[in-house]
């Protein structure tokens, strides 16, 4: 079946520094996706959202990027900070039906 | 304006008992999601409502899960009869769908333990 694929699991990163989750779908017809924060005890929240006819984003601090040709979209935190520390959700839909979420990525930014 | 409600916030059961979920969406949004996160996991779509319609239950495991949307409103999510491996949080999401608007609005779930 159709499948998100997400990488890395963790990563811990300085304080400052930069942080990179890339994430992998398999069904061509995808043309949304959303990335999403989820913090201890609480629903996902929509940090950033790409369409497939667009290759870059950019919100503050915040950028992804999509690759339609290689099926890959990546997000980047720039100047990463203590409250960034949480759980990242990258996810693919077509036209908002059939969002398929990736398994996460567990952030830490050391202070 | 008022997030996606959901209750009760934790509930234990143990297997082969029935439990359910209520859900309320951000007023307005045609749109209402239930999904499963198992621990470690991404969360997984079960259902998916236009208004009170179904258009996406392809995930949700028929034979023990049920779910309505009454009055293309509120929502309820059922397991019967519950089984270990259902031990999860449920989360509701709803989107308003207007104009191509496709963010999802997530409440905080519903910690089910099946023991």
């Known amino acids: 079946g159709e499948n998100v694929e997400q990488h890395p699991s963790t990563l811990s990163v300085q304080e400052g520094d930069s942080a990179v989750i890339k994430c992998t779908y398999s069904d061509s017809a995808s043309n949304y996706f959303p990335w999403y924060k989820q913090e201890l005890g609480k629903g996902p929240q929509l940090i950033i959202d790409i369409r497939s006819n667009v290759g870059e984003k950019k919100d503050q601090r915040i950028a992804v990027t999509l690759n339609k040709t290689a099926k890959h979209f990546s997000l980047h935190i720039t100047e990463t900070q203590p409250e960034d520390s949480a759980v990242y959700f990258c996810?693919?839909?077509?036209?908002?039906?059939?969002?398929?979420f990736g398994a996460g990525t567990r952030l830490f930014v050391k202070a | 304006e008022a997030g996606v409600a959901q209750s009760p916030r934790y509930k234990i059961i143990e297997k082969r008992q029935s439990v359910a979920f209520w859900c309320n969406p951000i007023?307005?949004?045609?749109?209402l999601y239930w999904y499963q996160q198992i621990l470690g996991q991404g969360p997984k779509l079960l259902i998916q409502f236009q208004n009170n319609g179904v258009v996406d239950d392809s995930q949700l495991p028929k034979d023990r899960f049920s779910a309505e949307r009454l009055k293309g409103v509120d929502s309820t999510l059922k397991i019967q009869p519950a089984k270990l491996e259902d031990s999860a949080v449920y989360l509701c999401?709803?989107?308003?769908?207007?104009?191509?608007?496709?963010?999802?609005?997530f409440g905080p779930g519903t910690r089910l333990t099946v023991l």
């Open positions: 996810a693919a839909s077509t036209g908002g039906f059939k969002t398929i």
């Open positions: 007023s307005g949004h045609a749109t």
């Open positions: 999401a709803s989107s308003s769908q207007v104009k191509g608007l496709m963010e999802q609005f």
